[in-house]
């Protein structure tokens, strides 16, 4: 049985109704077995716990680790010809119609090998653990055909066994049309999306389902189906919604007890309403935002007046969002969205878990809790949001002290 206490620090549990940010000054937290057994002021340390062994962190200021959850960081080649095209002025959907945008990255993908494609990977991966992150989801969505779908989700599942990291997977094979099923969406449904997805619940591949509602992709009929499908396998679901236009995917996603509808940049008040009593996550991704150099902010005001849980995640993909930084994104969505510095922290923390079904089991510093906890050398939680191109971390407990 292993024991140990952190002390010297500075504690943001972001515990919610614990005041802000959840802070507790000159805190301690017992650790057995990789969870959290205690949380406090360290001068009210229990005396079960006086004799643990003590690692001390100099005042450091501890939070939560960081949970990114929404990543698409398998896959092949790179699209920075279209991001020319975009400053040349073409919008999203016309770099898309002309068959760029999703489908261009899906020949790269096709053509990599499940060594290949996890090898690139994991210079994306190291990149977000370099930042404090425990936890990655990771979706399929650029194969495209059954075996390309499970290759890409075989990829991500074997990152989690090269490096200290939880993955959670979506089988996302309703991302696009690929070239061969153009004009015969629904059919790409029936002979793809469907027994893809049976296959790779078979095969514990995938921890959700997840599409892309948009004119360029699913109407909400069709992510209807898939959706039908996935609830008899048990299945949760998600979904990319009201990116680029209000389709209702949102409250379609709703609906279906979804953990989370992403981008929600064109979400209505109703859609908004119909999340808040089906108690799903609303995404946002300023990385997206960013580089499509949108103007439609997502409804922000009408997501904290409802009381919809906010999650934040760096959507980190070859087109819209090649984002690998989610501190940068933190900063993001304070600069872009006017979230507030603690409310974007704990949308990369409390809220990110809450996204992937995960609430249970990590997001906050409390008992019970796997002690999964970032060591920052910065004074207060805000900084974190504030500084750009800079990155903190100390270090990151996982489970255990060393």
Known sequence: ???????????????????????????????????????????????????????????????????DCHTHIVFGGNRAKEFEMRLEGASYEEVARAGGGIVSTVAATRAMSEDALVEDALKRLDALLAEGVSTVEIKSGYGLTIEDELKMLRAARRLATLRPVRIRTSYLAAHAVPAEYRGKEDAYIDEVVLPGME????????????????????????MARVFDKAKSLGLPVKLHAEQLSN????????????LSADHLEYLDEEGVAAMAAAGTVAVLLPG??????????PPLAALRKHGVPIAVATDCNPGSSPLASLLLTINMACTLFRMTPEEALAGATREGARALGLAEEIGTIEPGKRAEIAIWDVEHPAELAYRIGFNPLHRLVSGELA
């Not at 296959?199 to 509602?213: K, N, T, Y």
């Not at 389709?247 to 979804?258: D, F, T, V």
């Open 247 to 258: 389709l209702g995917g949102a409250k379609l996603a709703a609906s279906y007890g979804a």
């Open 199 to 222: 296959v790779a619940h078979a095969e514990g591949l995938a921890d959700a389902v997840d599409g892309f509602c948009e004119g360029i992709a699913f109407s909400p009929e069709q």
């Open 1 to 67: 049985m292993k024991q140990s206490v952190i002390s010297g620090i500075r504690l943001a549990s972001m515990c919610e109704d614990a005041g802000s940010y959840g802070m507790i000054e000159d805190a301690a937290i017992a650790i057995q077995d990789g969870k959290i057994a205690w949380v406090g002021a360290l001068s009210e340390l229990p005396h079960a716990f006086l004799d643990w062994e003590r690692v001390g962190f100099e005042g450091r200021l501890a939070t939560p680790a960081l949970v």
């Open 288 to 297: 997206a935002f960013y580089t499509l150099r949108e103007t439609q902010h």
